[in-house]
C-alpha cells in the first residue's frame, strides 16, 4: 500500500442499546426519489437475560418512528 492510499475503517456491528450485546441487522427499505434504499438497523435483542429479549420466532411489535 502506497503513502497515499489509507486502509479501510471496519464497520461497526450493531448493538442492543439495553445489554450491549451484537445483535443482527434488519434491513428495510425507504423510497427516495423513486428508488428504493436500504436502511440498516438494530435486529431484536437474543440475550435471555436483556430487558429487550425477543424469543426466537416472535419478533417485536412494528413501531413506527415519529419524525
Known amino acids: 500500500m502506497s503513502r497515499d492510499e489509507r486502509a479501510p475503517t471496519p464497520q461497526a456491528g450493531h448493538v442492543c442499546p439495553a445489554c450491549h450485546e451484537p445483535v443482527t ?14 436502511q440498516w438497523k438494530s435486529g431484536p ?10 424469543p426466537d420466532g416472535q419478533y417485536p411489535s412494528a413501531r413506527r418512528e415519529q419524525r
Open 45 to 54: 435483542c437474543r440475550n435471555p437475560t436483556c430487558m429487550e429479549f425477543v
Open 25 to 38: 441487522a434488519q434491513i428495510t427499505r425507504h423510497k427516495t426519489m423513486g428508488v428504493f434504499i436500504p
